[in-house]
């Protein structure tokens, strides 16, 4: 269905929604001042981690001060897709970025990367580092811009200029990809489990349930387009959803005769909390039921609730048991369409398709 570098493409950018949706969703949620608390310890380990694999990654000096700029400009890339420039004189290291994918839509999002990892990041190279955010499109800024100043006596330090730039780090395209996934899945785990903390596992579900439906039923309704399925909806959904799931690392399941039921035994997401895997639930029941208002999405068994094997099935709405999961209303599934039509997310055009399909019976 989707070509690799489609595939690739695909799950970066919906980790990178999922991720931002699911900040300023804990914002909307609990405020600024406690989301931040709560997303707090997950980013700074984050940043942490970080470091020794862009060192082991790019054979660093581990404790070398001039390696900061180089582990910044791997980790910046990473998130934002576009090129980084990173400078060391002395005991001062910066980077820069003119432009990010995020955008600066959510100020709580970069706040949590672009500060508070890079706070974790660069105290795990030299305990006397000290890092700020400087400048950043979400404080209204035509750049992104972040210092790191090593502070105390050091006078060992190289007074040399040393720049880099995230186009010489060396890594291939799948590479890249890999570890683009891998920073920003994180980051979306990091905003769940900071959720499921601060309101429960329940109240999480509750929450950002509506938002992944809604970006299902954007990708399903694209996907629709793209695929030229029309009239052949219910037999193109099976492959479809294996296409999402393929994208993300999921290893095919096994056939079986009936393509509407399968399952699978090899998921990144099997460490994560249940809730990641009920946001994936609701995403996908999104893309289907764009592609074909009488069908549904469902998982019968997860891994993460304590199944062999998440196993997953496709009915029409009026054969599926009814899910033990408290139920979508369609008033919640509205307001974050209307939500995302008023922060210029999607056209008028395409608030009007998904709402037609919300209101579908």
Known sequence: MLTEMEERELAIGLLKEWWITATQALVDELGTHEALRLM????????RAGYHIA??????????FRSIAVAECWAKFAMAGVPIHGTVKGGKASWSAKGCETLGTCKEACQCF??????GLSFECHPDARYSLVRSLSFGDDVCEAEVVLEGDH???????????SG?????????????????????A????????????????EILRPYMKQSGLSLGIRMKQMTSVQGNEADAIPALIESIRKSFGIVEPHDTADMTENDGTDCPFSGAPTEICCQIEAFLNGVCEAIDPSSEFAYDSMVTKGGKTCRWTIKKKRSLVPSKEPPLEDDDALKAL???????????????????ILLEK
């Open 40 to 47: 707090y310890p997950g980013f700074k380990n984050h940043g």
């Open 168 to 188: 010489e780090l060396g890594m291939s395209p799948e590479d890249l990809a890999f570890w683009r996934k891998a920073v920003l899945g994180e980051n979306w």
């Open 190 to 205: 990091i905003v769940t489990r900071a959720t499921i903390e601060g309101v429960g596992g329940q109240r999480t579900v």
């Open 155 to 165: 006078a060992d330090v190289d007074s040399s200029v040393t720049e880099v730039s």
């Open 114 to 119: 672009c500060q508070i990892a890079g706070e």
């Open 338 to 356: 209307r939500l995302r039509f008023a922060k210029g997310e999607i056209t008028l055009e395409q608030y009007r398709q998904h709402r037609d």
């Open 55 to 64: 060192a082991k990654l790019m054979s660093l000096p581990e404790g070398d």
